[in-house]
């Protein structure tokens, strides 16, 4: 066995270890199971990479993120280290072949999703392995207590009868004590060791701002960073929206999420790398495994679902050790937006019922049949015929499917997406002498906005219902408009392929899973209240709340956040003048509160106080632009 040291020395340069690697490698060497919880920049991956390199064999390392996997394997084989990547796509021959480099190629790690552990070949191969050890990256994705729970994680246990002599070390920078002991569990541990170092970040200052306008405290903080910034936002179009905005506004900005192609994606991740662009705009699927160190400042534009989603994208600031800061821009319409996409939305156990009732009397089956019968399902159309909101019932066929009552095809989340090329004078003209297409053109333009700017998510029933022409019209229509260069149209059918994995039980089929959704439930619904909770509360230091989310008691305040940097209480003798002064202005025009900061001398904090006063008495109000006037 070769020293840890050496190894660590030999591919990466560094003489010591830092925090508790050196516990946690001595632990997996020694053949224990270890749970290792170490914060974001702790260094995770060296805790099983030198161990598995220091003994005969090769590791099973199971990831969630094909981009983490990618980022890991290349960064092993830049050091002159064997590994495999086994992620999606692969043909059959290929992954036969990659299995076959496993057994006798001297490979040191494989890497794969943890989908790959229901192939039979997979599994097969893997008891023929000789196996060091077991890794499970981003561990916390194995418990249902967790904030990105994934069922097919459960599969990882199987690890543990393919190759029960190897010790399983799972990590991750993200786990209340619920879901580590979940974690232990479900990975079946022999009497583990738990390893964890301190979550806190103190070179990390969090702050939670309230803004009415967002958009100018964001391009304030983007021109004041110092080195490069993350912005995060939930949707696609956001990405693209702050983007366009940020470069108007003489910041070097760039955009990524996961409806980017791949060549696209790596140009923009390498363009921010590099640092010729400052700012990278994306959806939280962008950081994980992406090492940069001198990110100074996250900004999150909207309200993350879970304290440990914000915490892991926040914990990409400051890696290098320097000064960073992690800003979140929020106002009221923020919380109802929040409780709306991930918490009304949620299917309950009545709806799953009906869902499950109406599909089986859809599809006509009788009661005890259906058993392994595929159908095809217009699914907008299914929608309409019922009523169901659309986006209730994606959730809800989702739920099915992860509960085995269903399979869902894969194109189910492929989605119909327009953006108009030409120009808008172009189209026009070309609609002299298409007039046949002007009703359903015009349908689409009134319906969604920015078709000109972006690609844009529509949906063909919607405008064949507002237009009163035949859906396959409608369609028709879009494939000619792209035909002739006016749009560039992405077109899915609308088709699902549902097949059904056990016979017709109505409320008997739900009932199997029942208490799992309505657990489910109050799991997110606890996520997003304690979100809610921590930017909220103004008077506890935000590092000490986060630390104490993890089950940390941080005695000492972190003496730099919006907190503990509050202004003191504005003089109560102050207000009366400052809201005369505040009337003035606003009787001669509506204002918005930057428009009132720049022309009153009094402090910010105290004309914003004071405006809050006003609107809580009736004397103002907000206007649609989003400017104060008089009541």
Same mark, same amino acid.
């Given at each position: 066995? *070769?020293?840890?040291?050496?190894?660590?020395?030999?591919?990466?340069?560094?003489? +010591?270890?830092?925090?508790?690697?050196?516990?946690?490698?001595?632990?997996?060497?020694?053949?224990?199971?270890?749970?290792?919880?170490?914060?974001?920049?702790?260094?995770?991956?060296?805790?099983?990479?030198?161990?598995?390199?220091?003994?005969?064999?090769?590791?099973? *390392?199971?990831?969630?993120?094909?981009?983490?996997?990618?980022?890991?394997?290349?960064?092993?084989?830049?050091?002159?280290?064997?590994?495999?990547?086994?992620?999606?796509?692969?043909?059959?021959?290929?992954?036969?072949?990659?299995?076959?480099?496993?057994?006798?190629?001297?490979?040191?790690?494989?890497?794969?999703?943890?989908?790959?552990?229901?192939?039979?070949?997979?599994?097969?191969?893997?008891?023929?392995?000789?196996?060091?050890?077991?890794?499970?990256?981003?561990?916390?994705?194995?418990?249902?207590?967790?904030?990105?729970?994934?069922?097919?994680?459960?599969?990882?246990?199987?690890?543990?009868?393919?190759?029960?002599?190897?010790?399983?070390?799972?990590?991750?920078?993200?786990?209340?004590?619920?879901?580590?002991?979940?974690?232990?569990?479900?990975?079946?541990?022999?009497?583990?060791?738990?390893?964890?170092?301190?979550?806190?970040?103190?070179?990390?200052?969090?702050?939670?701002?309230?803004?009415?306008?967002?958009?100018?405290?964001?391009?304030?903080?983007?021109?004041?960073?110092?080195?490069?910034?993350? *912005?995060?936002?939930?949707?696609?179009?956001?990405?693209?929206?702050?983007?366009?905005?940020?470069?108007?506004?003489?910041?070097?900005?760039?955009?990524?999420?996961?409806?980017?192609?791949?060549?696209?994606?790596?140009?923009?991740?390498?363009?921010?790398?590099?640092?010729?662009?400052? *700012?990278?705009?994306?959806?939280?699927?962008?950081?994980?495994?992406?090492?940069?160190?001198?990110?100074?400042?996250?900004?999150?534009?909207?309200?993350?679902?879970?304290?440990?989603?914000?915490?892991?994208?926040?914990?990409?600031?400051?890696?290098?050790?320097?000064?960073?800061?992690?800003?979140?821009?929020?106002?009221?319409?923020?919380?109802?937006?929040?409780?709306?996409?991930?918490?009304?939305?949620?299917?309950?156990?009545?709806?799953?019922?009906?869902?499950?009732?109406?599909?089986?009397?859809?599809?006509?089956?009788?009661?005890?049949?259906?058993?392994?019968?595929?159908?095809?399902?217009?699914?907008?159309?299914?929608?309409?015929?019922?009523?169901?909101?659309?986006?209730?019932?994606?959730?809800?066929?989702?739920?099915?499917?992860?509960?085995?009552?269903?399979?869902?095809?894969?194109?189910?989340?492929?989605?119909?997406?327009?953006?108009?090329?030409?120009?808008?004078?172009?189209?026009?003209?070309?609609?002299?002498?298409?007039?046949?297409?002007?009703?359903?053109?015009?349908?689409?333009?009134?319906?969604?906005?920015?078709?000109?700017?972006?690609?844009?998510?529509?949906?063909?029933?919607?405008?064949?219902?507002?237009?009163?022409?035949?859906?396959?019209?409608?369609?028709?229509?879009?494939?000619?408009?792209?035909?002739?260069?006016?749009?560039?149209?992405?077109?899915?059918?609308?088709?699902?392929?549902?097949?059904?994995?056990?016979?017709? +039980?109505?409320?008997?089929?739900?009932?199997?899973?029942?208490?799992?959704?309505?657990?489910?439930?109050?799991?997110?619904?606890?996520?997003?209240?304690?979100?809610?909770?921590?930017?909220?509360?103004?008077?506890?230091?935000?590092?000490?709340?986060?630390?104490?989310?993890?089950?940390?008691?941080?005695?000492?305040?972190?003496?730099?956040?919006?907190?503990?940097?509050?202004?003191?209480?504005?003089?109560?003798?102050?207000?009366?003048?400052?809201?005369?002064?505040?009337?003035?202005?606003?009787?001669?025009?509506?204002?918005?509160?930057?428009?009132?900061?720049?022309?009153?001398?009094?402090?910010?904090?105290?004309?914003?106080?004071?405006?809050?006063?006003?609107?809580?008495?009736?004397?103002?109000?907000?206007?649609?632009?989003?400017?104060?006037?008089?009541?």
């Amino acid at each position: 066995m *070769v020293d840890p040291k050496e190894i660590l020395k030999k591919y990466w340069g560094f003489s +010591e270890f830092k925090g508790s690697q050196e516990r946690i490698i001595n632990a997996v060497l020694e053949n224990k199971d270890v749970l290792s919880l170490l914060p974001t920049g702790g260094g995770k991956s060296l805790c099983f990479q030198i161990p598995a390199l220091a003994k005969d064999g090769i590791c099973i *390392v199971v990831s969630p993120l094909i981009a983490l996997i990618q980022n890991q394997v290349e960064n092993l084989k830049a050091n002159g280290i064997k590994a495999i990547a086994l992620t999606g796509g692969i043909p059959f021959d290929e992954v036969n072949s990659l299995l076959d480099n496993c057994l006798y190629g001297n490979y040191k790690f494989l890497y794969l999703s943890p989908e790959r552990l229901q192939q039979d070949i997979v599994k097969e191969r893997i008891q023929q392995m000789n196996v060091n050890l077991i890794a499970i990256d981003e561990a916390h994705c194995i418990s249902q207590w967790g904030n990105d729970f994934r069922p097919a994680y459960l599969q990882c246990a199987v690890l543990r009868e393919l190759s029960p002599e190897a010790p399983i070390i799972a990590l991750t920078a993200t786990a209340t004590k619920k879901v580590a002991e979940d974690i232990k569990e479900n990975l079946q541990f022999i009497e583990p060791i738990t390893v964890k170092d301190s979550f806190a970040r103190d070179n990390i200052t969090f702050k939670v701002l309230w803004e009415e306008d967002k958009l100018y405290r964001l391009r304030l903080l983007c021109a004041n960073a110092q080195k490069s910034v993350i *912005v995060y936002t939930r949707n696609r179009r956001a990405t693209e929206e702050l983007s366009r905005f940020l470069q108007k506004n003489k910041n070097t900005a760039t955009f990524y999420h996961s409806g980017i192609p791949k060549a696209e994606k790596e140009k923009r991740l390498n363009q921010w790398l590099t640092n010729e662009v400052k *700012v990278m705009v994306s959806t939280n699927a962008f950081g994980m495994g992406v090492d940069k160190p001198d990110v100074d400042l996250v900004v999150h534009y909207q309200i993350p679902d879970s304290i440990e989603n914000y915490f892991q994208e926040a914990g990409r600031a400051g890696r290098d050790g320097t000064s960073a800061n992690a800003v979140l821009i929020t106002h009221k319409a923020d919380e109802q937006q929040l409780r709306n996409q991930f918490l009304q939305s949620l299917p309950t156990v009545d709806f799953l019922k009906k869902l499950y009732r109406t599909l089986n009397n859809y599809f006509q089956i009788s009661y005890g049949e259906g058993n392994d019968e595929t159908f095809q399902l217009h699914f907008h159309q299914f929608c309409e015929i019922y009523k169901f909101n659309g986006l209730m019932a994606y959730n809800g066929l989702r739920c099915l499917d992860q509960n085995s009552v269903i399979s869902l095809s894969d194109s189910f989340s492929k989605k119909t997406t327009v953006q108009f090329i030409a120009s808008k004078e172009a189209l026009f003209s070309y609609i002299e002498t298409h007039s046949s297409m002007a009703t359903a053109v015009q349908t689409l333009l009134r319906t969604y906005g920015g078709v000109f700017e972006f690609e844009t998510r529509i949906n063909p029933v919607l405008i064949a219902k507002k237009s009163s022409i035949p859906e396959t019209e409608v369609l028709r229509t879009l494939e000619q408009l792209h035909k002739d260069e006016i749009i560039k149209y992405n077109g899915h059918h609308n088709d699902l392929e549902i097949t059904f994995l056990v016979p017709r +039980e109505d409320d008997r089929t739900i009932h199997v899973f029942a208490k799992k959704v309505k657990e489910q439930i109050a799991i997110r619904t606890n996520n997003v209240e304690s979100m809610l909770s921590y930017i909220q509360n103004n008077n506890k230091c935000r590092a000490q709340q986060l630390l104490h989310y993890f089950g940390e008691n941080k005695k000492q305040k972190c003496g730099a956040c919006d907190v503990c940097n509050a202004p003191k209480s504005i003089d109560p003798h102050m207000i009366p003048l400052i809201m005369e002064e505040l009337l003035v202005q606003l009787k001669k025009k509506a204002q918005s509160s930057r428009e009132l900061i720049q022309v009153l001398t009094y402090k910010e904090e105290a004309i914003l106080a004071t405006l809050q006063h006003l609107l809580e008495e009736e004397t103002i109000q907000i206007n649609t632009r989003n400017k104060y006037e008089i009541s």
